[in-house]
């Protein structure tokens, strides 16, 4: 079975629910940055004073801050004897994605998937508003949706010229889509 995975999709396609659970289910780590760096936000570090005002903007924390992070998570859990692991909102651009290389190339842990989550734009931002997050107001979501297109986006062709990617329609109850993902698992 696949286990070093990672989740691609814009704002609001349910990523971190799908990951949450799938790495619940199958004992991976989950790495959410965005969930991260919401915790340095609330423990007030030197990092989360960085990150607060970015964020609430809906533009991108630092490649460098966000890398640091990913990169203790992943080789603390290499030195603990490695398992499985599930990135979600990391890489979000492609310097971030060419950095994850090499370090996953140091770590001699190449990824094995890349899971795509699609969904129209119109349900994105339904969804976004009804969760309420201090950055999910509609002008902060729409320039969310901008960032996503604009640097995510290309690692759709990235991740599928090294042959890594798969897409799933979002659209659906959480058990429908927890299972299309499942199928891609092996
Ligand atoms: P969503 O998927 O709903 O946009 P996230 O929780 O993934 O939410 O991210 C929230 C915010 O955290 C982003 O808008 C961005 O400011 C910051 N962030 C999260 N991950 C990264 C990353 N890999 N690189 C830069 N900024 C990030």
Do not use: C
């Not at 199958?26 to 959410?32: A, D, F, P, Y």
């Not at 990235?158 to 199928?183: D, F, H, M, P």
């Amino acid at each position: 079975m696949k286990q070093r995975l990672l989740f691609l999709g814009p704002p609001g396609a349910g990523k971190g629910t799908q990951a949450e659970q799938l790495a619940a289910d199958r004992n991976l780590l989950h790495l959410s940055t965005g969930d991260l760096l919401r915790a340095e936000v609330a423990a007030g570090s030197a990092l989360g004073q960085e990150a607060e005002a970015v964020m609430a903007r809906g533009e991108l924390v630092s490649d460098a801050l966000v890398l640091a992070i990913v990169r203790s998570r992943l080789e603390a859990q290499a030195a603990s004897g490695g398992g499985g692991w599930l990135l979600d909102g990391f890489p979000r651009n492609l310097a971030q994605a060419e950095s994850l290389g090499v370090l996953l190339d140091e770590l001699q842990q190449p990824i094995e998937l890349a899971v795509l989550m699609e969904l129209d734009d119109a349900v994105l931002i339904q969804r976004l508003l009804g969760r309420g997050r201090a950055d999910d107001n509609e002008t902060v979501i729409r320039h969310r949706l901008e960032v996503y297109r604009e640097q995510t986006a290309p690692l759709i062709r990235y991740y599928q010229s090294k042959g890594l990617l798969q897409a799933v329609e979002a659209n659906g109850t959480v058990e429908t889509i927890a299972e299309r993902i499942t199928a891609l698992l092996g």
